[in-house]
Nanobody, 127 residues
Framework: QVQLVESGGGLVQAGGSLRLSCVAS????????MGWFRQAPGKEREFVAT????????YCADSVKGRFTISRDNAKTTVYLQMNSLKPEDTAVYYC????????????????????WGQGTQVTVSS
């Protein structure tokens, strides 16, 4: 079992920055990739970014590419989402997710590929 706790959300003006953190705890036999998803009011949850456990390969959705960066610490227990040049359309609840896998480097951008989820953190961008 893996427990995920997000933090760092808040209210920011358009053009501003926020850094989200997700701390993973618990034991797993299999290592896991980490991902960020978001859900805006009235919309389905969508993929934002992912990072592999092996080589640290990253991949971001086109809507955030060049503005958001995903990273993780050396212990691989905390994943970050640095969000720059925020726009009102980035307003959403942001969720951290973990996907246990033996594949060192791969891209997983589908919600149903992830087994563990955090409770979410609200990000609101004002215009």
């Amino acid at each position: 079992q893996v427990q995920l706790v997000e933090s760092g959300g808040g209210l920011v003006q358009a053009g501003g920055s926020l850094r989200l953190s997700c701390v993973a705890s618990g034991r797993t036999v299999i290592p896991y990739h980490m991902g960020w998803f978001r859900q805006a009011p009235g919309k389905e949850r969508e993929f934002v970014a992912t990072i592999s456990w092996g080589d640290g390969d990253t991949y971001c959705a086109d809507s955030v590419k060049g503005r958001f960066t995903i990273s993780r610490d050396n212990a691989k227990t905390t994943v970050y989402l640095q969000m720059n040049s925020l726009k009102p359309e980035d307003t959403a609840v942001y969720y951290c997710a973990a996907k246990p896998t033996l594949v060192r480097s791969a891209i997983f951008d589908r919600e149903n590929e992830y087994a563990y989820w955090g409770q979410g953190t609200q990000v609101t961008v004002s215009s």
